[in-house]
Each structure stands twice: as C-alpha cells, then as structure tokens.
C-alpha cells in the first residue's frame, strides 16, 4: 500500500510555531465487546469512514492513517480512499499502535493525533483545539477534558478524573474521585470544578517515539492508565477544555444510540 503525504501545513499565527500535524485512527478488529466494530454500519455507512471523514473536515491536519491489523479492515478503508498502515495485532494500546505507524513510514510531521476509531462523530473543532495546545513549545502531549456536572460521575469509578496545574498542565489522573472534597459534597452539587478526561491525545512525534519505550510504571498498574507512565517521567501533558462530548461505540447496542443521534441531526 502507497503512503503519499500532502505537502501542506498547518500555521497557527505569525508569531506561532509551524507544525505539520497528521492523524491516526487506530481500528482493530478483535473486541471483548464487538468483534469487527470498525466495519460496523450506522445508517449504511461504516463507523470507520464516518471517524475518517469527520476526521477529514480539520482544518487543522495534512494527512490522516487509518492503522490496523485486519485485512478486511484494510481493504474496506482502501474502498474510499484512505491511507491504511497495517500493524502488528499484539499492541496493547493505541498509542503503541501509532508509534509502530511511525517507525513504519516516518511520515513528515511534527505532531501526532490519535483520533479514537470508535467516535463516529468527533467533532473537527476539538481536533484543531488539541492541535494549537503545540503553539505552546513547552507541551509534550495534548489531551482533552470536559466539566463534569453531575456529582454520579465525579464518584464513578468508569469515569477518570484529570486535576490541572493553572497553566492547563496535567498534574493527575484518577478513576478516583479528585480532588478530595475534605469538607464533604452535596448530593446534587460540586464545590467547584472537576473534570473527566476523555481520551483522546496529540503527541510530539519525537516524544512519541519516547514514551512507546517506557516501562510500565507503578501508577500506570495502580490505576490502569498508561497516561500515569507518562506523568511519572516528567513529560508535560496539557488538558484542553471542551464542553462536547461525542458518542463512542462500545456494543452492538450503541449503534442504536449513534443511528437515533443520526436522525435527530439529520446528518
């Protein structure tokens, strides 16, 4: 299969730093849940082109990968008209997945988006929100989080939390409740502010490369998120505040959900 990258850039301002910034879509064919989930239909079209295409309207991105180890996944991405990267099945992360696509064909970017391949209507906007996170020479990795505004989801432990340093910077991530509320909380309303993390992430090529070589670390194991051996190697993660939250594709069952939202937008 061909790689041909575009010639284009993405330039934030004059005073900005100019990176050109591709994207990868990791999809895999096993899941516990939904075996062959990326060629899933939703309303005739699959998920893995409605993440490619929603991908394709950033303003933000010269080139976008669809990275998999299946060849049914690979032919279908062929068929309109995506660039596909085949990996090794054994990955146990998405990000490792993208650092073998990088290894593989060095693509001429300076900045890296795992583009979630189960998020069939990601919206544009916040791809090019993580992208000017890099304007900041000082950030590592990007990664977005939303207010959380019911008390249900601050306490459950499916839902992880991210603390932020004043300048955005990630200080902890946690399925536990944080921060600590030592006074308590009510049962309706937070004290302030807390955020849940979604999960998707821009790297710098040259520290993805790095962090694709860390061992696990303590954190990581304790909390079962590999965003913690990133924060315990001193690299700098910045959190990007959204307010939209997108539909992601877990079961057979949320094809429901993601045709009911098509109906409701008329998209």
């Known amino acids: 299969m061909v790689y041909s990258p575009s010639c284009s850039t993405f330039i934030t301002g004059p005073m900005s730093i100019v990176n050109k910034i591709c994207a990868v879509i990791p999809a895999r064919y096993a899941s516990t849940r939904f075996p ?25 991105l010269f080139e976008i990968i669809i990275a998999t180890d299946h060849d049914a996944i690979a032919l279908h991405a062929n068929s309109f008209g995506a660039k596909v990267v085949m990996t090794s099945p054994h990955h146990a992360s998405g990000t490792d997945r993208i650092a073998e696509v990088m290894d593989l064909i060095n693509p ?8 979630q391949g189960d998020e069939p209507f990601i919206d544009p906007e916040q791809i090019n929100k993580l992208c000017a996170a890099f304007e900041d020479t000082h950030v590592d990795i990007a990664t977005m989080a939303k207010p959380i505004t019911e008390s249900s989801d601050y306490l459950n432990s499916n839902v ?19 921060p600590h509320f030592r006074n308590g909380t009510e049962s309706e309303t937070l004290p302030q502010p807390v955020y849940k993390h979604l999960g998707m992430y821009a790297y710098r090529k040259s520290v993805l490369k790095k962090i694709s070589m860390l061992q696990v670390s303590s954190l990581e194991t304790a909390e079962q998120l590999e965003q913690l051996r990133w924060l315990e190697n001193g690299f700098v993660i910045r959190a990007v505040i959204t307010h939209q939250e997108t539909i992601a ?11 009911f939202f098509l109906s409701q937008h008329s998209k």
């Open 249 to 259: 594709i877990d079961t057979p069952e949320d094809i429901i959900k993601a045709e």
């Open 108 to 115: 001429p970017c300076d900045i890296v988006i795992n583009i």
């Open 36 to 60: 062959g989930k990326p060629l899933a239909l939703i309303k005739g079209k699959s998920m893995l082109q409605r993440v490619y295409e929603q991908a394709n309207h950033s303003t933000s």
């Open 160 to 178: 992880v939390k991210v603390v932020m340093s004043l300048s955005g910077n990630a200080l902890y991530f946690s399925r536990s409740p944080i």
